[in-house]
């Protein structure tokens, strides 16, 4: 029962990965989370080899402020060295608006997958993103202060790339 637990680890931080590179338009850690030959269906996006696929997508200008993908409820089961996966996320996506404004475009689905190990590693082998529902809000005010805050970006330009959080806070 350990291995199968260390399996939905391995199954779940490649789930992560690509979540973490689709908010980060980072296009090595997308690939990490698929075999080179898998297969997506990302709807009218794209359908066809994951790693050129997405390779494709972020290559093209994109206009996210910021992007944020949220894992929920997540199933797994196994048959030898392939597991099939049915996870819940939720994303959001803040936009520029033609007027100069924001706006919160927010999606419900889930990623429908068959996970494959290959040499050791599970990875998606191929990925139906499965949409449920959608919605968009305008952003017509922010909590106050909120703009003091060190803001997220939807490349390699955000702070989480730096690493270089201090061990030891410094006092005001």
């Known amino acids: 029962m350990a291995d199968r637990e260390q399996d939905k680890t391995a199954i779940r931080e490649a789930i992560l990965r690509y979540c973490r590179g689709c908010d980060r338009s980072d296009i090595a850690l997308i690939q990490s989370a698929y075999h080179p030959?898998?297969?997506?269906?990302?709807?009218?996006?794209?359908?066809?080899?994951?790693w050129?696929?997405?390779?494709?997508?972020?290559?093209?200008?994109?206009?996210r402020l910021s992007a944020q993908h949220h894992?929920?409820?997540?199933?797994?089961?196994?048959?030898?060295?392939?597991?099939?996966?049915?996870?819940?996320?939720?994303?959001?996506?803040?936009?520029?608006?033609?007027?100069?404004?924001?706006?919160?475009?927010?999606?419900?689905?889930?990623?429908?997958?068959?996970?494959?190990?290959?040499?050791?590693?599970?990875?998606?082998?191929?990925?139906i993103a499965c949409h449920d529902w959608d919605r968009v809000d305008p952003i017509v005010e922010t909590a106050p202060g909120s703009q003091e805050w060190i803001q997220g970006k939807a490349d390699r330009t955000d702070p989480s790339y730096q690493r270089a959080i201090r061990a030891t806070p410094t006092q005001p």
């Not at 030959?37 to 994951?50: E, L, P, V």
């Not at 990623?111 to 599970?122: L, Q, V």
């Open 37 to 50: 030959d898998a297969i997506a269906h990302h709807g009218a996006a794209f359908q066809g080899n994951a």
């Open 52 to 63: 050129e696929a997405f390779a494709k997508l972020l290559s093209e200008p994109s206009p």
């Open 71 to 127: 894992i929920t409820n997540q199933l797994i089961d196994f048959d030898g060295d392939t597991a099939w996966s049915e996870t819940y996320y939720l994303a959001y996506y803040l936009l520029p608006t033609d007027d100069g404004g924001t706006k919160l475009w927010n999606v419900g689905g889930r990623y429908i997958d068959r996970f494959e190990r290959r040499g050791g590693a599970w990875r998606i082998a191929h990925r």
